[in-house]
């Protein structure tokens, strides 16, 4: 008797293995998953503005063809964002400029190979303070999203030209989501990060633009899209297609105020379980608040980040332009051409 329960737990032993091979590793698969034969791969992204192109491109596809040519991730913040990508649940992924830079640095095998957005960042304040200039953010409270966010070197840079320091204002760190309440409590006295949680406070009638990046930092950039290095080696093409409808989904977005308004709609809807009329004040109040074009990679703009990153402390200048970006998947942004595709009420459903 105990010989026949040794056998059987043997027997269900290899069963479960068998199992898991099959469904997890794909070892009986008569051809592997994987880039190289063009399977669907995963990309990450937040529901911020910055990384609108990733739900839009993916909309698109699903409504002129039937289906995506990548599975769309969405994370809630920047830790579990960059830890799918450093453990390769996630080939591809829109991540914070800096952020990118600093993990080549540390070795790590990323590419930067597009831009996610141009400007969509603001400083807010509560309407009722007296803060009207930086000079006024003396000993104040700012909250920034990460160390390695833009909106961080955006104050630094704001700073400087103020003729302050870091060491006049008490920078925290604080997830984009947790600002507009911490603003509203007057928990803190400023606060700095992608759209649309800057706008969900002058929505909500107690934050007040204390400038837009737009009017201090012409042609800001926050997030990147990134590839894994192998991505680019092995299965250039899948990056093409990438890049591709990334591109052009900005310049869909940018055609007209009537795309602006529809991609409001569906992304809050299907993508970032958001009001639409928040990402319909971001896309609107101005229409230049934050772009979609012109996002090819350019030295000067790395080259500026690089400069604010090693006085920030978050860059040691081991990697430059070249080590950190390939910008050979697209080299003219005025060839680009939107998307041929018209919404039609009917047909806007997630598939």
Partial sequence: ????LILIAIAWLIAITVVHAWLNLHLFDSKRVGIDDHKKFRIGFLPVTCHLTCPVTDFINKQMTGESIFD???FN????LKEAYLSGYTPATFILA???MALREQGVPIKIVYLGHRD???VMVHKDSQIYRMEDLHGKRIAVPNRFSNQRLLIFRALKNA?????DVDLVEMPPPDMPAALYAKAVDAISSGEPFMAQTELDGYGRVLWLTKDVWPNFISCVLAVHEDMIKNDRDTVQRLVDGIAKSGKWIDKSMEHRMETAQFVSRFYYNQNPRLLSFVLSKPPDRVKYTNLALRKPDFEEIETLGRSAGILNGSAHFED???ASFVTDDSAVQPYAWEP???EQRPR
Avoid at 1 to 4: A, D, N, P, T
Avoid at 163 to 167: D, F, I, L
Wanted: aromatic residues 8%; charged residues 20%.
């Fill in 98 to 100: 800096p952020m990118a």
């Fill in 1 to 4: 008797m105990r010989k026949v």
């Fill in 77 to 80: 913040g920047w830790p579990e």
């Fill in 324 to 326: 950190y970006t390939d």
């Fill in 163 to 167: 003729g302050m320091t870091p060491k």
């Fill in 120 to 122: 969509g960042s603001a």
């Fill in 344 to 346: 039609n009420q009917n």
């Fill in 72 to 74: 769309p991730v969405r």
